[in-house]
């Protein structure tokens, strides 16, 4: 199953394994794998213990990410308080860099601080937050990311509520007229990718299903992810 190619917003199915799920002993070579696969982006899930319960990757682990791939750099930002941290994940190499609503005081002043930095600014909304939050953020941003699971692991089960929301935004992008990716990231596996492409995303984030089997086994998992 594919995106209505006769839409005007059509864009095709890029893959965006999550590095959660890979091997943190090997990360360079983790990635450099993933891109000879067939990646088209890297997500990078950056958590603090605070806004989520977990922790992760600083931007000095970014930067030493960088040099191993061209790839696109996902960032998503799990942190509270985030602004303070935007240039030092800009400067490490991350391309487009996510921030969530409930992470900050000011989703609007963040969104501009992203954009000021050059980069590709996207808006995370958890399942329990409304679509309608991206309103008056709409003319702004380059990405949404829908969260088809509560952020803070890798390895959970999809929450299929977020279909209806992932439709709500591809309405709201499409009205817009804007270039906007609609990433969905939680639970995407074999099963799963294809209602989220059915509802309208067209970036798909995976961890568990991009890095199970080891090396030999990714290209198959993203090729798979593609539903082709
Ligand atoms: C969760 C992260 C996801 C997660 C996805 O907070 O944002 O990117 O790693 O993992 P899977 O694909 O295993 O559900
Ligand atoms: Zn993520």
Redesign the pocket.
Known sequence: MTADPSSPQAAPIRIAP?I??ADFARLGEEVRAIEAAGADWV?I?VMDGHY?PNLTIGPMVVKALRPHSKLPFDV?L?ISPVDHFLDAFAAAGADIITVHPEAGPHIHRSVQHIKSLGKQAGVSLNPGTPAKMLDYLIDDIDLVLI?S?N??????SFISSQLRKIEAVRKMIDKSGRDIRLEV????DAATAPLAIAAGADVL?????TFKGGAGAYADNIRRLRGA
């Open positions: 999550s959660l799920s997500h899930d989520v998503h799990m969260m699971v952020p803070g692991f890798g390895g959970q990231d939680g639970g995407i984030v995976a961890g568990t299903a």
